[in-house]
């Protein structure tokens, strides 16, 4: 026998009948193929976390406007604003405790949806029937309140 076969038949096209190669790449297939999925499996629940998260914001913002709502729908004499009578009374004090009630629903809403600009031209809207008030506020002349809130304030103002 010629060795010069015996050298071709291990490092030609018949290394590929090699039981031993295929099993080595059979374990880097598995390999690869786990990490794969592994991976895929990271992504997904990823994606579900955030998922989740956003939709436990919203659910926070529409519970806290829908508290405000029936806070409305109780004291419509304060939903609808007032004129600062010439002198302080007990329903205008209370007027202020309503309104300071609503701006800080609103910050809290602006807090986990800072970003959505339905929020922003809902507390937009509502904040102008209290443009009066919010005029002369000493929490507002302070800019006590949080800096998206703020701004939205400003821009009734103006």
């Not at 009948?17 to 295929?22: I, K, R």
């Not at 592994?38 to 629940?45: E, K, R, S, Y």
């Not at 829908?66 to 004129?83: D, F, R, S, W």
């Amino acid at each position: 026998m010629n060795n010069e076969n015996v050298t071709c038949f291990y490092t030609g096209w018949s290394a590929l009948l090699d039981v031993e190669l295929w099993m080595k790449w059979m374990d880097v297939s598995a390999s690869l193929a786990t990490i794969a999925i592994a991976g895929a499996a990271l992504f997904i629940a990823y994606r579900q976390l955030n998922s989740s998260r956003e939709e436990a914001r919203s659910t926070t913002a529409h519970n806290l406007y829908h508290q405000y709502l029936t806070l409305c729908i109780e004291k419509p004499e304060y939903a609808n604003g007032m004129v600062k009578p010439q002198e302080r009374s007990e329903k205008y004090s209370k007027y202020c405790w309503f309104v300071s009630s609503m701006l800080f629903t609103f910050e809290q809403i602006l807090e986990t949806k800072a970003t959505d600009p339905k929020w922003q031209r809902t507390i937009k809207s509502q904040l102008q029937t209290h443009k009066e008030f919010l005029a002369h506020s000493r929490t507002v002349r302070e800019r006590e309140w949080n800096d998206g809130l703020q701004a939205i304030i400003d821009q009734v103002l103006e």
